[in-house]
């Protein structure tokens, strides 16, 4: 376990922005100092200075069922001007809006052999651009479709990263060798350029579209601007009996491009080199599931993650190695954690560091 540094609740003033969310899933800051919120049956919020707006941003038809629907959200870095937010949302396969039903599992069969990727999946996932227009969003267009979808294990974290380009992850499809298999999507963090006009609304690639692999289902994912760093988070196994009834190692990592962080072989702090180790796990399982980044006095920077299982918000400082570390991955290294709210507020999902210094 990692040191305390006494951080506690004590520290902060918690204030109340809005209510009356439907599971809320991502959140993303606009320049104005509006939150732009995903909520997972399809819908965009927003949450102005004054409180929720009452009308949705953006209604999006999507198939919400268990851990899927509409995920990950992310503003173009020139939003200000162009007004295009990036989401990443769950509709029915193609297929299965132009085939009778009886006919449906023939077809999942031939479309999981097929060169699209999609396993064959009843739903797929997809990367989608709106534009806002008086207020409101207007779709643009798909960056990425056919991605392969299952009721849980849906990954949907996304992230403007470093050089522009977009970065998501896609669950392990509840098919755990998927996600080690270089050439099969499930199990993996994927970019796309959103600039590449000349790319946009296909399914996805690989390897041109891998950033790395060995990805069980990663629901947060979050950029240190200084130093140019992506962390991601990924859940650990949950016993399922095709996972071998494992339990916890939920990981905080270092996203090392090219990387291959172990699922399903290892899970957690492993010793095998041949997998890119976490800078933190945790057993018994948080369900860790929304990360964000703010400063580290003194260097470094502070991880906030938000936990559903553990009704928590970890309060993670990473930066050099020290005395207190384990180890060391990409230069960095966890050198003390602080768990924050425990219990008090229920499953926590999101969680954002606003540009005015709150989280």
């Known amino acids: ?31 104005d100092g509006r939150i732009f919120i995903t909520e997972r049956p399809g819908r965009v919020r927003v949450v102005h200075p004054w409180g929720l707006d009452p009308e949705p941003w953006a209604m999006i038809p999507v198939v919400a069922e268990g851990e899927n629907g509409l995920m990950g ?28 039903g009886w006919l449906q599992p023939l077809v999942r069969r031939v479309r999981s052999w097929g060169p699209g990727h999609d396993e064959g999946s009843r739903a797929v996932q997809y990367l989608a651009w709106f ?32 050089e522009g380009t977009l970065l998501f992850s896609v669950g392990d499809y509840m098919a755990p060798a998927l996600s080690h298999h270089p050439l099969r999507v499930p199990g993996k963090i994927l970019e796309v350029d959103p600039a590449d006009s000349s790319q946009r609304g296909r399914p996805p690639r690989l390897p041109e579209d891998l950033v790395a692999r060995g990805v069980r289902n990663s629901q947060g994912i979050a950029l240190d601007p ?14 399922l009996a095709v996972e071998g009834g494992r339990q916890g190692a939920d990981e905080l990592n270092v996203l090392l491009p090219g990387g291959h962080f172990g699922w399903p072989m290892e899970a957690g702090l492993l010793a095998d080199p041949s997998y890119l180790p976490p800078l933190r796990s945790w057993t018994p ?15 470094g920077v502070v991880a906030w993650v938000a936990g559903l299982r553990g009704e ?3 309060r993670v400082e990473l930066g050099e190695t020290t005395a207190y570390s ?34």
Not at 142 to 152: G, K, N, Q
Not at 289 to 299: D, E, I, K, T, V
Not at 338 to 353: H, M, N, S, T
Request: hydrophobic share 40%.
């Open 73 to 100: 959200i992310a503003l173009a870095p020139d939003f200000s001007h162009s007004g295009v937010v990036f989401l990443v949302g769950r509709e029915a396969a193609r297929t299965e809006r132009g085939f009778p």
């Open 226 to 239: 200084a130093s140019g760093t992506v962390f991601f988070l990924d859940h650990g196994p949950s016993g």
């Open 312 to 314: 928590v918000l970890l």
């Open 131 to 162: 534009r806002e227009e008086e207020g409101r969003g207007v779709e643009g267009g798909r960056l990425i479709r056919d991605v392969p979808s299952r009721e849980i294990h849906g990954g949907g974290a996304l992230l403007l990263g470093p």
């Open 285 to 299: 399982a948080i369900a860790p599931a929304g990360l964000a980044l703010s400063p580290r006095p003194g260097g």
């Open 1 to 31: 376990s990692l040191p305390s540094w006494g951080y506690s609740t004590h520290h902060f003033e918690v204030e109340e922005r809005a209510r009356g969310l439907e599971v809320p899933w991502a959140m993303a800051e606009a320049p």
């Open 326 to 359: 384990h180890h060391q991955v990409g230069g960095w290294s966890a050198i003390c954690e602080d768990p924050l709210f425990q219990g008090e507020f229920g499953r926590l999902r999101a969680v954002l560091a606003a540009s005015d210094g709150s989280i």
